[in-house]
């Protein structure tokens, strides 16, 4: 039978779960409840979700007037939340209080005149979100990574916000790229702990234990799960990323010679997801530290 040792932190962030348990009460109470794009990267839940009458549009105009519409935790701009409360759409809005955090941070640092960067994935909900909030939209850049900060040019005042997800390694290497690119750096660590606490934890999980591989488990779209994987792989560990349990049974080829192995998952799996996984291959756990 294999072992398994589960990271101390693992699945549902405090955001995500008020997110979710905000949209499970309103479909409780109305069936007409909408979100703009999906409540969140996991293919599962989301089906759980609309098996109990949720309905999700591709944008803000796919909702219906007179519907009820929940905002995810990665937030809106500020023109998707006007236009709703223009068409009179009721609004339940679940932003996550630290991508509030940031979202306030870009309004008041571009109010101020600093030149906004946002150290994230441009294509990311969150990161459109935030760049929705910056008061001028000529004075804002996203980066994703060193290199694209050694391109910055100087600018007199430099805001620095982080995507939610984004590594701590990375924001103190861009840190120090950018202090040479302005005489006035502000930097807003913007990470929030729910993140750093699943990516310290999959390190611990892989340094503190003798496990032979690592079963991440979370949506393909999910950034936080990508980056577990790239912690785990970074300290020479196999990691097998799947999204559904039924991608492994305890059969499966990945697990030969395999006795203990670990597992993480990303801050949008749910527990109910995590376990039929662990009952799908038929392991042991065993406490942490063992
Ligand atoms: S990862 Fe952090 S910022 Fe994102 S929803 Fe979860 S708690 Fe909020």
Redesign the pocket.
């Known amino acids: 039978m294999i072992n398994i040792i589960m990271a101390e932190h693992a699945g549902f962030?405090?955001?995500?779960r008020r997110a979710v348990n905000a949209i499970s009460d309103a479909l409780n109470n109305n069936n007409n409840v909408w979100t703009i794009g999906l409540p969140i990267h996991n293919p599962q839940e989301v089906a759980r979700l609309e098996s109990l009458g949720l309905h999700v549009a591709d944008n803000a105009g796919g909702i219906p007037s007179g519907a009820k519409v929940l905002i995810r935790?990665?937030g809106e701009s500020l023109s998707v939340m006007e236009s709703l409360k223009a068409r009179n759409i009721e609004v339940i809005d679940m932003t996550?209080?630290?991508?509030r955090k940031a979202q306030d941070m870009a309004a008041n640092l571009s109010r101020e005149n600093y030149y906004v960067i946002l150290l994230g994935d441009k294509n990311h909900p969150?990161i459109k979100g935030i760049l929705g909030h910056v008061i001028d939209n000529k004075n804002v850049e996203v980066i994703a990574d060193e290199s694209e900060a050694e391109k910055v040019s100087y600018h007199a005042k430099i805001a620095l916000i982080s995507q939610?997800?984004q590594r701590e390694e990375r924001l103190a290497k861009v840190t120090g790229i950018l202090t040479r690119k302005s005489s006035e750096l502000h930097v807003c660590n913007t990470i929030?702990?729910?993140?750093s606490e699943r990516q310290q934890a999959a390190r611990e999980l892989v340094r503190n234990n003798h496990v032979d591989g690592v079963i991440l488990i979370g949506g393909r779209e999910s950034a936080?799960t990508g980056k577990l994987r790239d912690i785990i792989e970074s300290e020479g560990v196999n990691v097998l990323w799947i999204e559904e349990p039924e991608e492994l049974n305890a059969n499966s080829q990945w697990l030969n010679n395999k006795n203990m192995v670990g597992i993480a998952a990303g801050?949008s799996t749910p527990e109910w997801l995590i376990d039929k996984v662990i009952n799908n291959i038929a392991a042991k756990k065993v406490v942490k530290g063992v």
């Open positions: 962030c405090f955001g995500v935790a990665h996550c209080p630290f991508v969150e939610t997800t929030c702990k729910a993140t936080n801050a």
